[in-house]
């Protein structure tokens, strides 16, 4: 998993369930002893199940305290993902992990960890791309994202979700898929306003792409159908740190909430 140009990677593979949401239903040196040490503490976590209520931190949090750390490592953001096809033989390809997706507490995606922050993992996908229909029956993913400078791994599973622009029924979700459009650069927008599919026969574009994804007065143009806003909605998450005192943590979501125990890396 590790990449010499320091990518962080996910990697999904799929299983089997389905749901509905909106288009279609599958739906981010310090050196020395001391700040060794810090890295070890900040990790530690008590083997009792409940983590929270042992000092210990959640996945989100581990998670959070990963990111910052890999900030700076150029493509920190990529992510690998794999789907599987009518033959059940997998296909990967890579993505760009946007953020954190949040939704009011009273959503129905809205499953609370680390006092009221949202577990949903931003990306965003095009109508057209195989994955897409590749996941329609089966929306039950899992991510593997690797951090190659702190030797750690997220393996996190749940549904993957896609928002597209008939989800007039979700205003939250709706509003969160526009939201996503206008952020990403000129370059990504362009790309959805294409009519050739992706992995057939090459052909030229003949439609008219317009510059930027934005208009004559240069503001942004509206997500046109092919952009779709990806989220994953995970409820099992294993986490692994090589560095140092190995350690292992797996937190899962329940009818309750999540929980977390240590186990044997």
């Not at 931190?57 to 599987?84: D, F, K």
């Not at 929306?139 to 702190?150: A, N, Q, R, S």
């Not at 934005?214 to 092919?226: F, Q, S």
Request: hydrophobic residues 30%.
């Amino acid at each position: 998993m590790k990449c010499s140009c320091g990518f962080l990677y996910f990697c999904i593979t799929a299983s089997t369930t389905r749901t509905s949401f909106g288009f279609t239903r599958t739906i981010q040196q310090s050196t020395g002893a001391a700040a060794r040490f810090n890295t070890s503490s900040r990790r530690k976590m008590s083997t009792t199940a409940d983590s929270s209520k042992n000092g210990g931190q959640s996945w989100r949090s581990l998670m959070e305290t990963s990111i910052a750390e890999s900030r700076e490592i150029r493509g920190s953001n990529y992510v690998q993902m794999s789907t599987v096809n009518e033959d059940g033989e997998p296909r990967c390809r890579t993505i760009v992990f946007r953020g954190w997706q949040d939704v009011p507490e009273d959503h129905p995606l809205f499953h609370e960890v680390d006092n009221g922050k949202s577990c949903l993992l931003k990306m965003s996908t095009n109508k057209l791309s195989q994955k897409v229909s590749q996941n329609e029956k089966q929306d039950i993913t899992e991510i593997v994202w690797w951090f190659p400078k702190t030797s750690e791994q997220y393996r996190i599973r749940g549904r993957l979700i896609l928002i597209g622009d008939d989800n007039d029924d979700d205003p939250t979700l709706k509003s969160a898929r526009k939201e996503l459009w206008e952020k990403i650069s000129d370059p990504s927008r362009e790309s959805f306003f294409g009519t050739v599919v992706p992995g057939e026969q090459y052909e030229v574009e003949t439609s008219d792409i317009p510059s930027g994804g934005r208009d004559e007065d240069g503001k942004v143009l509206a997500p046109p159908v092919n952009f779709l806003l990806m989220l994953l909605d995970p409820t099992d998450v294993d986490y692994l740190r090589l560095t140092g005192e190995q350690y292992r943590q797996m937190d899962s979501r329940g009818p309750s909430g999540w929980s977390a125990k240590r186990v044997n890396p």
